[in-house]
Nanobody, 113 residues
Framework: QLVEFGGGSVQPGGSLTLSCAASGGAFHRSWMYWVRQAPGKEIEWVSSMWTGGGPQYYADIVKGRFVMSSDNENRVLYLQMNELKPEDTARYFC????????RGRGTQVTVSS
């Protein structure tokens, strides 16, 4: 089970940190993903990482602004989002699949002035 937290409303240029509590499975050695879905659009991959160690991977549109990390002891996944833009407005999900087919219920992020 995946449960996301931390969404909200923020002005352009602001920051938010999303969290995802994961239960079940071998979290400490798993591929984990953040994906998002804007209204009327398809699910979009944002970032991914192997929780057992190694680099994180980011979509070009968020590279340099978002940072993905994990706390394996507490089974929590994070997405630190900086320099937010209106086009980052979406519902954000943590997922165990890149296409988001296995994901939590999500948390809404709204970026507007």
């Amino acid at each position: 089970q995946l449960v996301e937290f931390g969404g909200g409303s923020v002005q352009p240029g602001g920051s938010l940190t999303l969290s995802c509590a994961a239960s079940g499975g071998a979290f400490h050695r798993s591929w984990m993903y953040w994906v998002r879905q804007a209204p009327g659009k398809e699910i979009e991959w944002v970032s991914s990482m192997w929780t057992g160690g190694g680099p994180q991977y980011y979509a070009d549109i968020v590279k340099g602004r978002f940072v993905m990390s994990s706390d394996n002891e507490n089974r929590v996944l994070y997405l630190q989002m900086n320099e937010l833009k209106p086009e980052d407005t979406a519902r954000y999900f943590c997922a165990t699949t890149r296409d988001g087919s296995t994901r939590g219920r999500g948390t809404q992020v709204t970026v507007s002035s």
